[in-house]
């Protein structure tokens, strides 16, 4: 990912500045600015540090594919004035994605597997789990299929051969 010091922008992969015919808006100034696809949004509540939240928004997004190489990043005084948060948090969190390198993740079954997830979730709200027992049930769930798929059972002493997780 290229940052642009001078303006305060990162653009996701290694495209050139001003490359590509992305929405276009017009700031405050009157001149044309490239609109971002992304809006940072913060949890006081979370425990995650400001940048890390920022970086794993941007990560997100790449998997998801609402963000692709070469798609520019909101400016630093637009992210400062939107939060209200030190600029140096957010030049943090994109020279820790500049460090990363960051490219898309390929996943070209990613709708069939939404729909999928998505039946998964009316079957637990029909079943009545709200929505923190569905993220215990998934997080659970998920940390059972590596521990499984990496031969390590370290939870409730189970052998390393047993295949039934523990919910």
């Known amino acids: 990912m290229d940052i642009d010091k001078g303006t305060g922008t990162g653009r996701v992969g290694l495209s050139p500045a001003g490359a590509g015919d992305g929405d276009r808006s017009t700031a405050p100034s009157g001149r044309a600015t490239a609109a971002s696809p992304i809006e ?3 949890d006081a509540a979370s425990g995650v540090p400001t940048y890390l939240q920022l970086v794993h928004q941007v990560e997100h997004a790449l998997r998801l594919g609402y963000l692709k190489p070469g798609d520019q990043l909101p400016k630093v005084r637009d992210v400062v004035a939107s939060l209200a948060i030190n600029p140096n948090t957010v030049l943090k969190a994109y020279r820790d994605l500049d460090i990363k390198g960051l490219s898309q993740v390929a996943l070209p079954e990613l709708t069939a597997l939404r729909r999928s997830l998505a039946g998964w979730l009316t079957t637990a709200d029909t079943a009545g789990l709200d929505e923190d027992g569905m993220v215990a049930l998934f ?7 590596y521990e499984r798929r990496s031969g390590s059972r370290t939870r409730g002493g189970a052998a390393s ?3 039934e997780g523990v919910a």
């Open 40 to 42: 940072f949004r913060l």
């Open 139 to 145: 997080t659970s769930a998920l940390r059972d299929f």
């Open 161 to 163: 051969g047993e295949t």
